[in-house]
Nanobody, 119 residues
Framework: VQLQASGGGLVQAGGSLRLSCAAS????????MGWYRQAPGKQRELVAS?????STNYADSVKGRFTISRAKNTAYLQMNSLKPEDTAVYYC????????????????WGQGTQVTVSS
């Protein structure tokens, strides 16, 4: 199973970016998909997550500005009204992937995509 993240880049404050995370491989089911971010010198933090049923969860710092959505095994993060403090490497995560190969559920991470917001 692989998670491929894309869509990062450089944008001015107030601008928008859309991140995508496509999961591929021997996937039977993914319940939760989420986005985390890690800024230099800071711990990785949850930005947003979405269940297979469409329930969402957001960090307080992005509520009203970011929207997570999902189409089966691809998750999107629409980021509007970006601020310099949103600058970070963004990682997609699927913590409970059930595969067609092995019993149980497994945690997978994408490779990270850089988001830089200039002031």
């Amino acid at each position: 199973v692989q998670l491929q993240a894309s869509g990062g880049g450089l944008v001015q404050a107030g601008g928008s970016l859309r991140l995508s995370c496509a999961a591929s491989g021997s996937i039977f089911r993914i319940n939760v998909m989420g986005w985390y971010r890690q800024a230099p010198g800071k711990q990785r933090e949850l930005v947003a997550s979405i269940t297979s049923g469409g329930s969402t969860n957001y960090a307080d710092s992005v509520k009203g500005r970011f929207t997570i959505s999902r189409a089966k095994n691809t998750a999107y993060l629409q980021m509007n009204s970006l601020k310099p403090e949103d600058t970070a490497v963004y990682y997609c995560n699927a913590p409970d992937v059930v595969t067609t190969k092995l019993p149980g559920a497994y945690d997978y991470w994408g490779q990270g995509t850089q988001v830089t917001v200039s002031s």
